[in-house]
């Protein structure tokens, strides 16, 4: 079965509700395109938990900031449709900007003090753009699952929250981090990196390691943890940490000594590219 591209936002809507009224389950994957394996993964999730998928590729202007890579963010939609067809995905729903965001548009969605930190402190209105834009395809798709990479941890928590808090009827699935043979997380950003460049971003995921085996070796101070990974981190002369933080994993609010669920997380500038990644520490 070949793929079927939808652009308008009534058109997705008409094709949701037929199939609802024919008893199927709908899972959405929203996705800025530029699709790797780690978005595969989510649509063969998505696969697997529902019975017609749909891919949203969106390059959402409203997350990024005014000096941000809105204009160069990579764009590959013909090779996009091919991989969404081989991961299973039905639909493509490819929406332009104006039909997002018509004149007049006046409307966002904000969870207030989930996106304060991390990245939020750091991306001033992201997380507004997304949570609008996520809520605009969820209205668009009316999908019974959504599913969302573990990679950007705070995103799927807001939303998580959003989703709850606004009693949308909708199931928040995420899935875990794909990553490189050497450790590098996946991105679509990852296409920035030189040669070089890309050698060095193999610092995030060792620099998590090292976090982790510290834990591991019974060390429970953030405020250790994080120095030794910033002197790893700083070690590489191309990269400039832009925060590495260890949080509670519900409330994302700094711990000083673990225990429970923690997530170490990081963003660091690699050259021009703004890298993120992290790790879940389960305390037993
Ligand atoms: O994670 C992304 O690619 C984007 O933030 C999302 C969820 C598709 C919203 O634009």
Redesign the pocket.
């Known amino acids: 079965m070949s793929i079927r591209v939808i652009e308008q936002v009534r058109a997705m809507q008409a094709w949701a509700d037929k199939v609802r009224r024919e008893g199927k389950r709908i899972g959405l994957v929203?996705?800025?395109g530029c699709l790797h394996e780690g978005h595969l993964s989510l649509i063969r999730l998505a696969r697997k938990r529902t019975d017609v998928v749909v891919v949203?590729i969106?390059v959402?202007p409203t997350?990024f900031g005014p000096t941000e890579d809105f204009e160069k963010y990579p764009r590959t939609f013909d090779r996009d449709q091919e991989l969404v067809e081989q991961a299973g995905g039905e639909i493509i729903f490819a929406p332009g900007v104006e039909e997002m965001y018509p004149p007049g548009f006046d409307t966002s969605v904000t969870v207030a003090r989930l996106t304060k930190g991390l990245c939020g402190a750091s991306r001033p209105g992201h997380f507004r753009?997304?949570t609008t834009?996520?809520t605009k395809?969820l209205c668009a798709a009316k999908p019974h699952v959504a599913v969302?990479?573990q990679k950007?941890f705070q995103?799927a928590a807001v939303?998580r929250r959003m989703v709850r808090d606004l009693n949308l009827d909708v199931e928040i699935v995420t899935a875990p981090i794909v990553r490189e043979a050497d450790g590098l997380a996946m991105s679509?950003r990852n296409a920035y990196l030189s040669p070089k460049e890309r050698r060095d971003a193999r610092v995030l995921f060792q620099s998590l390691e090292k976090g982790e085996k510290m834990v591991r070796d019974g060390e429970r101070e953030a405020s250790e943890i994080i120095a030794a990974m910033k002197t790893e981190i700083e070690a590489k002369p191309a990269a400039r940490i832009d925060y590495v933080a260890v949080v509670d994993a519900e409330t994302l609010e700094p711990v000083t000594h673990l225990k429970g669920r923690a997530l170490v997380a990081l963003a660091v500038w690699i050259g021009k590219t703004r890298l993120i990644d992290n790790v879940v520490l389960e305390e037993k």
């Open positions: 929203p996705t800025m949203s969106f959402n997350q753009g997304v834009v996520v395809l969302f990479g950007d995103q939303i679509s």
